[in-house]
């Protein structure tokens, strides 16, 4: 998990039960993202243009959260009427999604 900048949302993702079949780094800022991607399964990301946009071009399936009015809301409801995407209301239930 890439948290950016945003060490609020990094600290309230450690609290987060994982099961132990998954391996979950969470980091911040990278300049690797592109890397990451490339070797990733799935993306837990807020529907923003320009990343979901890669992890659709990486074939990526996406767990969307917190989508900001508007454009966000928009891009999400395309990506989960598309089948691209599955929506998470709440953090706790990310491991349930994710499985």
């Given at each position: 998990v890439v948290c950016?900048?945003?060490a609020d949302v990094s600290a309230d993702l450690w609290r987060v039960p994982v099961p132990d079949r998954h391996r979950v780094a969470?980091?911040?800022f990278t300049r690797t993202m592109h890397e990451l991607m490339a070797a990733s399964d799935v993306v837990v990301t807020k529907p923003g243009g320009l990343i979901t946009a890669?992890?659709?071009a990486c074939g990526l399936m996406m767990v969307l959260v917190d989508p900001y009015p508007g454009q966000e809301?928009?891009?999400a409801a395309n990506l989960l009427e598309e089948?691209?995407?599955v929506r998470v209301w709440d953090a706790r239930d990310l491991p349930?999604?994710?499985d």
């Open positions: 950016g900048r945003q969470i980091l911040g890669e992890a659709c809301e928009r891009n089948g691209a995407a349930a999604k994710v």
